[in-house]
């Protein structure tokens, strides 16, 4: 069913017909204050009231994010993304064997589910680990293509490793890492020297499911 997404609060108000198009509009302004409708008349009197008469004002007396239906909320910068999937997007995942253990991960078509890259599998290295080099490896070839995608993971503790341009783990430098280490300084060292607009986002696993790039080993 076809939504329509009213901004009060954001970088340009206005109405949206898409969930991707709102989402430019708020993501990173503080405080914005957004939130969908089912039909565009009502979107455009909800336009014209303002946002006092509908934010906060959902059952129960809890907000819920644009694009999930609820009311308008502030979200937090570690908060996992809510509404509608970004199809136009990379999604990333790693398949381990142990943890330590051998390392494989690759990027796909959000909508597709295509192959787009795949590296692996890496001698000895960490879950996390692979996803911070699926990440980086969908960044630069972005980069590259000069595309300004979405990167979806759903490892937290990648993406802001990706954020801090370091990574913080236990994993030893030695004979058996060395592989996985050499990636690993060479992805930092991209983040470090390297910038990019794309919004790499935290994959709502509970909303919609496994990430479309899982390698089904759980």
Known sequence: MAKYYVVWQGKQPGIYSSWPECQKQVNGYTDAKYKSFPTKAEAEQAYQKGWKGYWGSQSGGKSKAAGAGGGVRRRTKAEEPAGEIDYDSISVDVGTKGNPGPVEYKGVDTRTGQVIFEKGPVRKGTNNLGEFLAIVHALALLQSQGSSKTVYSDSVNAIKWVKQKAVATTLPRDASTEEIWVLVDRAVQWLQTNSYDNKVL?????????????????
């Open 202 to 218: 935290k994959w709502n696993t509970k909303a919609w499911g496994e990430i479309k790039a899982d390698y089904g080993r759980k």
